[in-house]
């Protein structure tokens, strides 16, 4: 299970991100900055509902929260589009 | 020209929101990454009981050719890179459209359960295969086995086997942070006792009455290990699937014998040789646009996890920025095509700046969305209905915290 890649556009490992976790990265954002997942083509559309399960809790139910660890283009782009004169 | 409203994803909610406003005379323009109109209708094809074949296709078609009579602008093949309030509308060509409305109306996402080997080529998501299959005509595989057991999967399975794939079997997936009760026979048995009215096998629905009648351990328990046959499939809900193995693709598959807790016997393994994995984990909302836009969200696993906070009539907190379908929470095609209509007259009651004449429009609208969910045959999440109460709730609060301050 440890070497299974959880992270696929960036090839990021199960056992990369538990460390990451052990060591004290409490959020998606976090988790992003220090291995990379999330980073890639899909922009985590695949593994942030799966490296959300390994964080120390879940966001918290029943309750209203700004959401974290989303940044624009959230679909991959071509610079050219990016900066338009 | 100027848009009056821009909807974002061409999937029943956005197309029958699109109907709806344009009928009120509203300039609408629809943007969809994929070619086609239709969302995830376009791989829908199963039997309703007692109402007969549901041809998502064909209702796509229906839907797509009224909007377009009504003068809808579609704009396909475009990716929403983001929205800024309020608003303009971001595409992957150097284009900005602005409106004073914008629809999201971007579905939902597959979760995905990993297990090992799960990135060799062959492996992928259910509704991936749907696509391959019902949409582009291509099999996915000769001999596939299906990991993972909930409505979706049952139905692409029959699907598939329409299509002329063999599908071995549906097991479970192994115990991980990530499969959570979808890899508990225990679970399996409760949820289908609630779908047993849909069971076409005798066997099954005796499964189902069994998990009624008796406690879902026990019944778990007297489950074969060789599974009961749907459609010649056979279901092993006491079987799963911990590796999958192969050089350049997949080859096979190990199975491993499970507990009634599902927790896996490891001396008790076997291999099934397939050339194709279809993993179903299940649908979470797609609100990637919501979360830049700035909008406040909640999370309600009754509704399919994190999503916008909204209105019983389908506004966020944000002015001018609506949701409706799947991104409120994961239900089938029709609550979605209700949802868009309803969302189309909240958004025309803004435009006109007379919320009061639209009110029993609304009011009317809401109670159909209520009705199409009650009536649904298909529900993908059984306390859904305690989700919406909650959303309610959360929304009503948050009113109230704000005009407090
Ligand atoms: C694989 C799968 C199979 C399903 N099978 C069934 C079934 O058999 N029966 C059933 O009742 N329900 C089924 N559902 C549930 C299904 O989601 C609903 O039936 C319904 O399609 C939801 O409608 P929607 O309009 O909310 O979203 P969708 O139909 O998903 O449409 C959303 C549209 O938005 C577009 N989009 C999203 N983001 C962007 C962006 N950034 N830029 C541009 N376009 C974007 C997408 O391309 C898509 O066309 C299935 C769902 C999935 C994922």
Redesign the pocket.
């Given at each position: 299970m440890d070497e299974m890649i959880i992270c696929r556009c960036e090839e990021i490992p199960l056992k990369t991100i538990r460390k990451t976790v052990q060591e004290g990265a409490c959020t998606i954002r976090e988790v992003k900055l220090q291995t990379r997942a999330g980073m890639g083509i899909c922009q985590g559309r695949t593994c942030r509902p799966l490296v959300e399960k390994l964080l120390p809790s879940e966001k918290e139910q029943a309750a209203v929260y700004q959401i974290s660890g989303y940044r624009l283009p959230?679909?991959p782009l071509l610079l050219q589009d990016f900066f338009k004169e | 020209m100027q848009n009056d409203l821009i909807i974002?994803?061409?999937?029943?909610?956005?197309l029958s929101a699109a109907i709806q406003a344009a009928s009120y005379g509203a300039k609408v323009t629809v943007?969809?990454?994929?070619p086609y109109p239709g969302?995830?209708?376009l791989?829908?094809l199963?039997e309703e009981p007692k109402k007969g074949m549901w041809i998502g296709g064909e209702i796509a078609k229906k839907l797509y050719s009224q909007a377009v009579d009504l003068g809808v602008t579609f704009l396909f093949e475009?990716?929403?890179?983001s929205i800024f309030p309020t608003w303009k509308v971001s595409l992957n060509n150097h284009q900005d459209l602005r409106a004073p409305n914008v629809l999201l109306?971007?579905?939902?996402a597959?979760r995905p359960i990993p297990i090992p080997g799960w990135t060799i080529p062959g492996v992928m998501a259910?509704?991936a295969a749907?696509v391959l299959c019902n949409l582009q005509r291509v099999r996915p595989g000769k001999r596939v086995l299906i990991v993972g057991v909930d409505i979706?999967s049952l139905?692409i399975a029959r699907e598939l086997q329409w299509a002329g794939v063999d599908v071995v079997g549906m097991v479970l997936p192994p115990p991980s942070p990530f499969s959570g009760q979808k890899a508990d026979p225990r679970f399996h048995l409760a949820a289908l006792s609630n779908m047993s009215h849909l069971a076409p096998s005798p066997i099954l629905r005796m499964a189902g009455n069994l998990a009624k009648a008796v406690p879902v351990n026990q019944a778990a328990r007297f489950y074969p290990r060789k599974g009961v046959k749907i459609w010649d499939i056979p279901l092993m809900l006491r079987k799963a699937a911990i590796e999958i193995q192969g050089r350049d693709e997949v080859e096979r598959v190990i199975l491993a014998d499970v507990t009634v807790e599902g927790e896996i016997l490891n001396h008790q393994t076997q291999s099934i040789e397939v050339d194709c994995v279809c993993i179903s984990g299940g649908?979470y909302p797609?609100a990637e646009?919501a979360a830049l836009a700035g909008c406040p969200f909640v999370n309600l696993p009754e509704l399919g996890g994190q999503i916008p906070l909204h209105s019983a009539q389908l506004e966020t907190l944000l002015p001018g920025l609506y949701v409706?379908?799947?991104?409120t929470g994961?239900?089938?095609?029709?609550v979605?095509m209700a949802q868009?209509e309803l969302a189309a007259l909240s958004i025309i009651g803004r435009l006109q700046n007379n919320l009061e004449k639209m009110a029993p429009l609304i009011e009317e609208a809401m109670q159909k969305v209520k009705r199409v969910r009650e009536e649904a045959s298909?529900s993908?999440h059984p306390e859904i209905v305690l989700g919406r109460r909650k959303m309610q709730a959360l929304w009503e609060e948050t009113l109230t915290s704000q005009s407090a301050q």
């Open positions: 959230v679909r | 974002i994803g061409a999937g029943p909610a956005g943007v969809d990454e994929t969302g995830k209708l791989g829908q199963y475009r990716e929403v890179w109306a971007t579905g939902a597959e259910v509704g749907q979706l139905t649908l797609l646009l409706a379908g799947n991104i994961i239900e089938g095609a029709k979605a868009g298909i993908f």
